[in-house]
């Protein structure tokens, strides 16, 4: 009996301490996931987490997907500018050194922030089996941010800086919904693409474009599968923008096949943002200054007081040192 009665204790006092040490988070996907009671090793699964983790704890972060370079690793702290590159979680090439690779930086938690599909469920189950480290999905939808800060900051033991975070973009969200918002037929139409010569077109309704659709605008190129979709500069051209942001300033140089399609009056702009662009490179929380400053576009009488929101939200987002461009000719 006493036996027994030994043998039921030490069973209780496993339970009690597996309760004590894993908490239970319900990711974006539904999924419940056993989390250690305390997170210091965070490794992001791919770009648009490197941003959300490093906006929320940047000296947890393991490694980057995209490590800086040049003008971006000037836009943050010393500190934080060897970060090493990490192989990314969410790419089809990933092959079996690279998961011996990751098991050898000891993560406690992998998180991937973006859009939320069955795929990426599989993936993240995939993954989280074969590393024995917890994966959340986190639903990357800007009008999401505020409470995913708020649920991603109490469960790596960042409350504070979720609520700090989470308040800031409140603000900013506040801000562009307080503008009002035209009739889907009468918003500003945009066209924004990627690549040196501006013709890889972002489809409207994806993630990549969706700081134009938040600010109020409307992207001109036609949803359909897939984010991106290759255009010739005649075609732009029968969508009409009102505006044009690219990525890469050579795809609006005098000259440029877009300069030449488009009529006069049409107006040009090139993202420079650091350490992130702030429309969509990558598709992260940077998102929210791009649809701050395209609200600027849209409102041009209250541009002054979009400019100064989205240079207060950068610095709480990413330091001092991180200096707000607006979209720029």
Request: proline share 7%.
């Amino acid at each position: 009996m006493r036996l027994r009665a030994l043998a039921l204790t030490i069973v209780a006092a496993l339970v009690v301490a597996t309760t004590v040490h894993a908490a239970e988070f319900t990711d974006s996907a539904g999924r419940k996931v056993n989390l250690p009671e305390k997170v210091g090793r965070l490794l992001p699964a791919g770009p648009p987490a490197d941003v959300l983790l490093y906006a929320l704890a940047p000296n947890l972060l393991v490694g980057l997907v995209e490590p800086w370079n040049g003008d971006a690793k000037q836009a943050v702290p010393q500190r934080f500018q060897a970060l090493p590159g990490v192989p990314r979680l969410t790419s089809h090439n990933l092959s079996s050194d690279d998961l011996e690779k990751l098991r050898q930086l000891k993560a406690d938690l992998v998180v991937d922030y973006g859009d939320i599909n069955p795929n990426y469920v599989a993936l993240a189950d995939r993954i989280q089996a074969s590393l024995g480290v917890p994966y959340v999905l986190i639903d990357g939808r800007l009008r999401e941010a505020p409470q995913v800060l708020r649920r991603l900051g109490d469960a790596i033991g960042r409350p504070e800086r979720g609520q700090e975070l989470a308040g800031a973009v409140q603000s900013a969200l506040a801000l562009i919904d307080g503008a009002g918002t035209a009739a889907p037929d009468q918003r500003v139409p945009f066209y924004y693409a990627r690549g040196a010569d501006g013709l890889q077109g972002v489809r409207a309704g994806s993630s990549v474009g969706e700081a134009i659709e938040l600010a109020g605008g409307r992207n001109v190129v036609p949803s359909a599968r897939g984010a991106f979709v290759g255009m010739s500069a005649a075609e732009v051209a029968k969508l009409s923008p009102k505006f044009v942001i690219v990525g890469e300033a050579a795809a609006i140089q005098p000259g440029s096949p877009l300069r030449q399609a488009l009529p006069d009056g049409t107006r040009f702009v090139v993202d420079r943002g650091a350490p992130y662009g702030i429309i969509e490179k990558p598709p992260s929380l940077n998102r929210i200054l791009g649809a701050l400053a395209v609200a600027a576009l849209i409102h041009p009488d209250r541009a002054e007081a979009f400019h100064a929101a989205a240079a207060r939200l950068a610095t709480v987002m990413f330091g001092d040192s991180a200096k707000f461009q607006s979209l720029g000719d």
